[in-house]
């Protein structure tokens, strides 16, 4: 059966978690991707991750987790030779994407016009802190500085997430854009560039704070009681009871246990609720302190509230709801289990089929498939050009 992205060749010039990322949900929908490292240098994801034999192995967990479905081959673009082969490559290309500094490519040869005129229709896609313009332009960066440098740390409470959120969704905006770009290029058949910014990213995650922050008025009260977590007889409760009518309903559900307060019933609009945030948020502390936030959700959930028990991430991974869910594949034996697409189709949809490649593992089958001949590929390797 034929994935959406079937027949489309992907050259994959990215390294860490961002850019790998991208061309992971590409090749999850049937994307052929060939992930292309230097000799001696490979991707240091590889290198990360909780079993130091695999990291030895250049197999670690960060680099599994979205290495699935592709290829791999090395290639050394300081040299022409490697340059050469690239060009070759990008011939045979739908897309090429890259996470190198801006203007690193291009001082190579392999700036955009130059790859153009080898390819007019490929869609190239550049992915990097700051874009391609502007004085941060060659600014070096990794997920944790764009948290800092946007504003989502102090967002966060003054400290960092502990997880690479803007990688992840800087990966997702990249493919999304890819695929426009294969759309709009299916009806007009020209190629397209790409810019895609991680400080860009991560300020469009917090989209409505930005506009807030840039349209200053007279603020009302802030406080929202039906939004937020609450300390319980037995764990943590985050409450999202957002809506009058969701709020409606929490207070029911909670008269029924004998905590009635129906003036906090009464708000019919988002700015009532407001005005009445701290009173209620006083009531809610004391009454959801009385049972466990197991019991709590329990109930909740029966009268249609959106309330969840703060759980770890391992609890998390055990509830029956993943076996339900397409979300894992098993790995290949002695590899993790890994993650594969945030959501399904009803055919021909996203699937792993075979595990992040080993260092280079499909140079010379590669290359063969370019043209060039046992004596080709071994002069190259002798030269550093391939390992």
């Known amino acids: 059966m034929s994935r959406p992205f079937s027949g489309v060749r992907v050259l994959d010039l990215t390294h860490v978690l961002a850019g790998p990322f991208a061309t992971y949900q590409l090749a999850l929908l049937g994307a052929e991707v060939i992930k292309i490292e230097a ?145 709009a290029r ?48 037995g764990g943590e409760l985050m409450l999202g009871a957002m809506t009058p009518d969701q709020n409606r309903r929490l207070w029911r559900a909670l008269a029924l246990e004998g905590h009635d307060h129906p003036r906090f019933a009464e708000p019919t609009t988002s700015s009532g609720l407001r005005a009445l945030g701290e009173e209620m948020r006083r009531v809610l502390r004391e009454v959801f302190a009385t049972r466990a936030a197991a019991e709590w959700e329990e109930l909740l959930h029966g009268h249609g509230v959106p309330a969840e028990r703060v759980r770890t991430l391992a609890e998390a991974l055990t509830e029956e709801q993943l076996a339900h869910r397409s979300f894992l594949a098993a790995g290949a034996p002695g590899d993790p289990a890994v993650p594969v697409a945030a959501f399904s189709f009803a055919h021909d949809g996203p699937r792993w089929d075979s595990p992040a490649p080993a260092f280079g593992e499909h140079t010379d089958e590669i290359l063969g498939e370019l043209g060039l001949s046992t004596a080709d590929i071994d002069g190259l390797r002798g030269a550093g050009v391939i390992a």
């Open 186 to 233: 299916a009806r007009d058949g020209r190629g397209q560039r790409i810019d895609c910014a991680m400080f860009d990213t991560a300020l469009m995650l917090m989209a409505p704070s930005v506009a807030a922050e840039l349209h200053p008025v007279t603020r009302g009260p802030a406080v929202e009681a039906g939004l937020g977590s609450y300390a319980t007889a």
């Open 39 to 183: 000799p001696g240098r490979p991707d240091i994801a590889r290198t990360r991750g909780p079993d130091e034999g695999l990291n030895e192995r250049l197999r670690g967990v960060n680099y599994q987790a979205q290495g699935g479905n592709k290829r791999a081959m090395t290639l050394d673009l300081r040299t022409e030779a490697g340059r050469e082969v690239l060009r070759r490559l990008v011939a045979t290309a739908d897309v090429l994407v890259e996470n190198y500094r801006a203007g690193a490519l291009a001082g190579l040869g392999l700036g955009p016009e130059e790859l153009s005129a080898v390819n007019p229709s490929l869609v190239h896609c550049s992915m990097t802190g700051f874009g391609q313009r502007g004085p941060r332009a060659r600014v070096n960066a990794y997920d944790n500085v764009i948290q800092a440098a946007s504003g989502v740390i102090p967002r966060s409470g003054g400290r960092k997430p502990g997880v690479a959120f803007v990688d992840y969704a800087s990966g997702y905006n990249a493919a999304f854009a890819i695929s426009a770009a294969l759309f």
